[in-house]
């Protein structure tokens, strides 16, 4: 128990702090989405970049790790659209919202600092596979939805190429193909560059902990409590326990890779959830209370996956 909590008392702690911070003035929320800014578009891209060129990736796309995770997201995301029509009479809208909900999880602010201080390197090359898949699937997806959902006039061609153009922007997915160009150039980063993105990859893991805390006071209880708990309880519990089943009742994978997907699903419902909705103006009572609950609770199903995964479970 003493090395789950060495792990989940800073993680939180750190986040925590943040979130203390921002509430009480010492840290401005311009302050923290600058923070934010600079993890998402500088230091984990390089992180990404850094990894993928130098590791020594698989010769075949590894289907298996991926089925075991991209089925459960596509079970989840269509039976949280369902849910959301027959069980809460939601529009469209919200009905893509909670699919989104149910399936997408904070996977770099939370997930990645938890997968590189649990399992270091060895879990890093899993993580980033499924990563590298996590915004590409969702936010096409979620995007295409939620386009339609407003403009059912517009052409198909008219919504994807939003999608496409906006997806070529995302620094995190430029990290991964810059990455894995050069792997397969075999172009290693070396000299300057490698220490340069070395130090970017050095503050990852506190700033994105740090900017997490800050950005959880913008979400609170806002209304749609029902919904809000089904969700949680679909994403945080539900979801991971499918994983698990998905990794070693079909696909057999390796108990760390196993725990690697896992934990990537036990992750609380992403703040994009709250971004889009924002967005598209759709659901934001609902978004705003998930994710403030989702992440609350996942103190403690995260620390009860860390203590199954220390204890041999996997």
């Not at 792990?7 to 979130?19: A, E, H, Q, R, S």
């Not at 939601?90 to 602010?109: C, D, E, H, K, M």
């Not at 997806?141 to 153009?165: C, D, M, N, Q, W």
């Not at 070396?190 to 979400?219: E, H, R």
Request: hydrophobic share 50%; proline share 4%; aromatic share 14%.
């Amino acid at each position: 128990m003493n090395s789950v909590l060495e792990i989940t008392v800073p993680v939180f702690g750190i986040g925590l702090l943040g979130y203390l911070a921002t509430r009480l003035g010492w840290f401005s929320e311009q302050a923290g989405e600058g923070l934010a800014a600079f993890v998402f578009n500088f230091a984990i891209p390089a992180l990404l970049l850094r990894t993928f060129a130098n590791a020594d990736l698989p010769e075949n796309l590894p289907l298996d790790l991926i089925g075991s995770y991209y089925l459960p997201v596509a079970v989840f995301y269509l039976s949280g659209m369902l849910i959301a029509r027959y069980l809460f009479d939601r529009p469209l809208g919200g009905q893509v919202i909670t699919g989104f909900s149910f399936s997408y999880g904070n996977a770099v602010l939370l997930g990645l600092p938890l997968v590189l201080l649990t399992l270091g390197d060895e879990g890093a090359l899993p993580y980033f596979i499924l990563l590298s898949m996590h915004a590409l699937s969702l936010f096409t997806v979620t995007t295409v939805l939620l386009e339609y959902s407003r403009h059912r006039e517009a052409s198909p061609l008219h919504i994807l190429g939003k999608v496409f153009f906006g997806l070529l922007k995302n620094p995190i997915l430029l990290g991964i193909i810059g990455g894995i160009t050069l792997n397969w150039l075999g172009v290693p980063l070396t000299g300057v560059i490698d220490t340069t993105a070395g130090y970017l990859q050095n503050s990852v893991a506190a700033c994105s902990l740090f900017a997490l805390g800050a950005s959880m006071t913008k979400y609170r209880i806002a209304g749609q409590l029902r919904q809000s708990v089904t969700v949680v309880l679909a994403k945080n519990i539900a979801f991971p326990v499918c994983v698990y089943f998905t990794c070693t009742q079909v696909f057999a994978l390796p108990a760390h890779w196993t725990f690697v997907a896992v934990l990537m699903a036990a992750q609380p419902t992403g703040v994009n959830a709250y971004i889009f909705a924002e967005r598209y103006q759709t659901a934001q009572a609902l978004a705003t209370t998930t994710v403030f609950l989702s992440t609350a609770f996942s103190l403690l199903t995260i620390s009860a996956l860390l203590y199954l995964y220390q204890s041999g479970a996997f």
